[in-house]
């Protein structure tokens, strides 16, 4: 069996950054994800909060679907973000999400991580500097 057989066929786990069958990649973006968590690092908000502040109060479809996977990425697969009275607040060190560079630190050492199959790997793209 090939290895993308072998990744189709993979279940449960962490699904971070997700692909269409396709190879099309999905929302949210490494970008996307980083960006709502930064947003929440200010100051902690309610995911309505965070829904109009990235959308600037347009509700369009899509962009409250890409807003709210990348909320749920950030939350519930690589825990940057927790949920606190209501409120995402950040539940990790802010120097984490400072930069591009230490946000894919951090999500690479999750992603890499024992506790997380490694036919999940090939989901994260980042693009060098």
Known sequence: MDMPSQLNE??????????????????????????VCRLVAHKPMTRNEIH???TLENDDEKALDQIKKSIDVS???????????EKLILAIDSNDIASIR????????????KE??????????????
Do not use: W
Not at 11 to 35: A, Y
Not at 75 to 85: F, P, Q, T, V
């Open 10 to 35: 993979c279940k449960g786990g962490m699904h971070v950054f997700k692909m269409n069958p396709d190879g099309m990649r999905m929302e949210p973006t490494p970008e996307r994800v980083l960006s």
């Open 52 to 54: 109009r502040a990235m």
């Open 102 to 113: 230490s946000f894919r630190r951090y999500v690479s050492s999750k992603v890499f991580s």
């Open 75 to 85: 939350l519930e697969e690589l825990a940057i973000l927790a949920a606190k009275d």
């Open 116 to 129: 997380y199959h490694i036919c999940h790997v090939h989901q994260v793209v980042y693009r060098t500097e």
